[in-house]
T-cell receptor
Framework: DQQVKQNSPSLSVQEGRISILNCDYT??????FLWYKKYPAEGPTFLIS?????DKNEDGRFTVFLNKSAKHLSLHIVPSQPGDSAVYFC?????????????FGQGTRLTINP | GAVVSQHPSRVICKSGTSVKIECRSL??????MFWYRQFPKKSLMLMAT?????????EQGVEKDKFLINHASLTLSTLTVTSAHPEDSSFYIC???????????FGSGTQLSVL
């Protein structure tokens, strides 16, 4: 049972445009969500997170939106840059304190075309 | 879909003991597996890259004699925390590539608590 799903395995966006990566979850107990970015041959690096008490969190070109009723979150990157080409993982957990287990989606490969 | 199984999901041990964590790819062969340690605020630290049939590649600052990695087959990698201490308490997560499309699948993690 996949509790965190990224239904698009890949996404191609033109440089300068907006990239939107989507993630759905099924466990209503999840209340903290994260996005990680991964380049080939490297481990994932933390990008941005959001708590369920918010519906939006912004950090520079990256914005994460959370729709709790739909159990859906999205990552917006604007404007997209070639260096954003990577695999993006969303993850979820119960609570943002301590060592709660992260549950990952399967990732979406984003390609930014010049 | 592809599944990566990690076992055990939780282990509590006394200081000074060794703990082995297994990571298995259940329906695909994984030539490369990764081991991560999860820190507070959910940052993931890549500890090492495990390649089947060869020595693991450790990231800077990770003690290879303390965190022993063995990737003896295309479906199994193990991480052994030797002489565990309370500061080793953490979540340890493995992931595996399914070639050739380089999709990365994560294990369910192991919560290690060292008393």
């Amino acid at each position: 049972d996949q509790q965190v799903k990224q239904n698009s395995p890949s996404l191609s966006v033109q440089e300068g445009r907006i990239s939107i990566l989507n993630c759905d979850y099924t466990n209503s107990m999840f209340d903290y969500f994260l996005w990680y970015k991964k380049y080939p041959a490297e481990g994932p690096t933390f990008l941005i997170s959001i708590s369920s008490i918010k519906d939006k969190n912004e950090d520079g070109r990256f914005t994460v939106f959370l729709n709790k009723s739909a159990k859906h979150l999205s990552l917006h990157i604007v404007p997209s840059q070639p260096g954003d080409s990577a695999v993006y993982f969303c993850a979820a957990c119960e609570g943002d304190q301590g060592a709660q287990k992260l549950v990952f989606g399967q990732g979406t490969r984003l390609t930014i075309n010049p | 879909g592809a599944v990566v199984s990690q076992h055990p999901s939780r282990v509590i041990c006394k200081s000074g003991t060794s703990v082995k964590i297994e990571c298995r790819s259940l329906d695909f062969q994984a030539t490369t597996m990764f081991w991560y340690r999860q820190f507070p605020k959910k940052s993931l630290m890549l500890m090492a890259t495990s390649n089947e049939g060869s020595k693991a590649t450790y990231e800077q600052g990770v003690e290879k004699d303390k965190f022993l990695i063995n990737h003896a087959s295309l479906t199994l990698s193990t991480l052994t925390v030797t002489s565990a201490h309370p500061e080793d308490s953490s979540f340890y997560i493995c992931s595996a590539y399914r070639d050739p499309n380089e999709k990365l699948f994560f294990g369910s993690g192991t919560q290690l608590s060292v008393l």
